[in-house]
């Protein structure tokens, strides 16, 4: 990867590669085939580029990530999304069934991630082992 591309140095360190390309990102929107009634959870969502391409179609998203140097700018460019919520904590410990029941009040939800490759399949089976509502797992693995 030339060096003007490379990804920051915290994303390397969790294996992470951010997407910025809108055609990529508007992709993984429409294969979620989300609308302005579904709820979101979406699995690390790094610098928030397709955290926002995914609230603005969305009726709620919940966006948890585990890298707590990302909150700060994630926060800001998630500020004028009043149907974002922004968790700092890992998916893999966090309660699941709690934080579906506090932010989509127990209603059906769709997973979107852009994952790691390392991490896809106990992300996977977490959601389809969770005995929770998922209506539908939209995955890019890196």
Not at 82 to 101: F, G, M, P, S
Request: charged share 20%; proline share 6%; hydrophobic share 45%.
């Amino acid at each position: 990867m030339p060096k003007n591309r490379e990804p920051h140095a915290h994303g390397r360190r969790l294996g992470q590669h951010f997407l910025h390309d809108k055609g990529i990102l508007d992709g993984i929107a429409d294969a979620a085939g989300l609308n302005s009634g579904d709820c979101v959870l979406e699995v690390g969502p790094g610098t928030g580029s397709l955290t926002e391409c995914l609230a603005a179609r969305a009726g709620s998203i919940v966006a948890v990530e585990l890298d707590s140097s990302m909150m700060s700018a994630l926060k800001a460019r998630m500020a004028p999304y009043k149907n974002a919520v922004l968790v700092n904590d890992d998916i893999l410990k966090v309660d699941l069934r709690e934080l579906w029941q506090k932010e989509f009040g127990g209603r059906p939800f769709k997973v979107v991630a852009n994952l790691p490759y390392y991490i896809t399949t106990p992300v996977i089976m977490l959601f389809l082992e969770s005995g929770l509502p998922v209506v539908s797992l939209t995955v890019m693995v890196q």
